[in-house]
């Protein structure tokens, strides 16, 4: 079964940034084979797709509120999806998570990684 770990939150100002990363235990087209996202989940809130990419790494698709703000990427090599977040509001305040995206067979969620921006 697929692991995945997030990794890169923080505490940070309005404006500043942050680079998240989400690493999957898995090998070969376990992890390759797919398109991922991110996803973030606010207090109260449902979780939220807010950015694509292709099993080859090319962004498929961000959120308007994040985008030209945000930008996801991934090395297959590593097994590993990153988002770069730069510009963060308060409302960027959430738990975000990765996981496979336009799948009805999501891997199982990992713990997600706290995102706070507050001055």
């Known amino acids: 079964q697929v692991q995945l770990v997030e990794s890169g939150g923080g505490l940070v100002q309005p404006g500043g940034s942050l680079r998240l990363s989400c690493a999957a235990s898995?090998?070969?087209?376990?992890?390759?084979?797919?398109?991922m996202g991110w996803y973030r989940q606010a207090p109260g809130k449902q979780r939220e797709l807010v950015a694509t990419?292709?099993?080859?790494?090319?962004?498929?698709n961000y959120a308007d509120s994040v985008k030209g703000r945000f930008t996801i990427s991934r090395d297959n090599a590593k097994n590993t999806v990153y988002l770069q977040m730069n510009g963060l509001k308060p409302e960027d305040t959430a738990i975000y998570y990765c996981?496979?995206?336009?799948?009805?067979?999501?891997?199982?969620w990992g713990q997600g990684t706290q995102v706070t921006v507050s001055s």
């Open positions: 898995a090998s070969g087209r376990i992890f390759s084979g797919y398109a």
């Open positions: 996981n496979k995206a336009y799948s009805s067979s999501q891997y199982n």
């Open positions: 990419l292709t099993s080859g790494g090319v962004p498929i």
